[in-house]
């Protein structure tokens, strides 16, 4: 995998998430009052996870499920009530922080793996399911294959994933914040298409053993993402 495009958002997520934008993804992710636009993203992620958890088994006992970009883990949390496994990762210790402080009484902590760090780390182990909800949505559309395919090379069953659809209102929202200072930037939502991702997977030989499986778009507001799904052929 060439890392460099990688290795270096990676870095810029880091930062943002960790330091920028902890206390307002901290304050996002929980029942506290928000704003109108910010309500329409809480509706919208809210939404989207529960469409990647209907992709995965309603009993998931004796399964290790790794939850890439945990933020403050409700994934996890409903993952670990289905009886799976979970490593919980995300580029940010804060968030992962967050996320062990809210873990439910009712969730034995031995249940769920919480760790900051890299989420293709090979050291993280074997899977028989990884979802990766709106973690991915930052990055090149090549490097978004690339990701894919190391993640397959230690999955078992199915990679659920969501993506930044190309529509009109995201490809406005890149430009215009190409037009910011840097320092004043959150890192950039990389849009692509539907029909270019899935091209750049078919192509990729890693991936040949996989193919699509079910896709949903979700609309809610400022929130506009597209979950994929990939199970083994």
């Keep these: 995998m060439a890392l460099g495009s990688y290795i270096e958002r990676r870095g810029e997520l880091e930062t943002y998430f960790d330091r920028t934008a902890a206390d307002t993804w901290a304050k996002l992710t929980s029942d506290a009052p928000v704003s109108g636009i910010r309500a329409t993203v809480r509706a919208g992620r809210d939404e989207m ?6 992709w995965l088994p309603a009993d998931m006992t004796g399964t290790r499920l790794l939850d890439a970009g945990c933020g403050t883990g409700a994934l996890s949390i ?9 490593l919980a990762i995300d580029l940010s210790p804060t968030l992962v922080g967050v996320a062990r402080e809210r873990l439910p ?4 902590p031995a249940a769920i793996d919480f760790r900051s760090g890299d989420m293709l ?7 028989d399911f990884v979802v990766a ?3 991915l949505i930052h990055y090149l559309p090549h ?3 690339r990701i894919l395919a190391t993640l397959s090379s230690r999955t078992r069953r199915s990679m659920a994933v969501t993506f930044a659809p190309k529509t ?22 990389e849009p692509v298409s539907e029909k270019k991702l899935l091209k ?4 990729d030989a890693l991936l040949a053993q996989w193919q699509p499986g079910r896709t949903h778009r979700v609309s809610s507001g400022f929130y506009t993402s597209q979950a994929l799904e990939m199970v083994r052929r």
């Design 49 to 54: 996870r529960n469409t990647l958890l209907s």
């Design 78 to 86: 409903a993952a670990a009530r289905r009886g799976a496994k979970v």
């Design 105 to 108: 009484e009712d969730i034995d």
């Design 121 to 127: 780390d090979p050291e993280l182990g074997e899977f």
């Design 133 to 135: 909800m709106d973690s």
């Design 143 to 145: 490097d978004i294959c």
């Design 168 to 189: 009109p209102a995201l490809a406005l929202m890149h430009f215009v914040g190409g037009f910011f200072p840097r320092a004043d930037r959150a890192p950039a939502i």
């Design 200 to 203: 750049l997977i078919s192509e």
